[in-house]
């Protein structure tokens, strides 16, 4: 039963910084594009960042280009999020989801899109306020 699962989320005040990791224990990430998405009280859940299986693509949204970096580790099985000079408005329930690769996909592209993703964590809370 494959589950992702996020950590690093809390309190921190603006312009502050937090790193996300997300993991799937007993399975390798290796075959997954990593979606990273948000979603805060009231609104539609967002997407923020993507990257390939392999690291060689990434993808941000206009909320966090230039803020936020995506990052995986294949050695260590583990996939990032790094946030830096954050608003209040990134207060959100932050979730990481994984897309398994096509094998016969001609490139090696991935999307924010939410509904192409197959597996999620169970989101880590980050609340932006001084």
């Known amino acids: 039963q494959l589950q992702f699962v996020e950590s690093g989320g809390g309190l921190v005040q603006p312009g502050g910084s937090l790193r996300l990791s997300c993991e799937a224990p007993?399975?390798?990430?290796?075959?997954?594009?990593i979606g990273w998405f948000r979603q805060a009280p009231g609104k539609e859940r967002e997407g923020l960042s993507c990257?390939?299986?392999?690291?060689?693509?990434?993808q941000y949204a206009d909320s966090v280009k230039g803020r936020f970096t995506i990052s995986r580790d294949n050695a260590k099985n583990t996939a990032y999020l790094q946030m830096n000079s954050l608003k209040p408005e990134d207060t959100a329930v932050y979730y990481c989801?994984?897309?398994?690769?096509?094998?016969?996909?001609?490139?090696?592209?991935?999307?924010?899109?939410?509904?192409?993703?197959?597996?999620w964590g169970q989101g880590t809370p980050v609340t932006v306020s001084s």
């Open positions: 989801a994984g897309q398994l690769v096509d094998l016969y996909a001609l490139d090696d592209m991935c999307v924010m899109r939410g509904s192409e993703y197959d597996y």
């Open positions: 007993g399975f390798s990430l290796d075959y997954y594009h």
């Open positions: 990257i390939s299986s392999s690291g060689g693509t990434t």
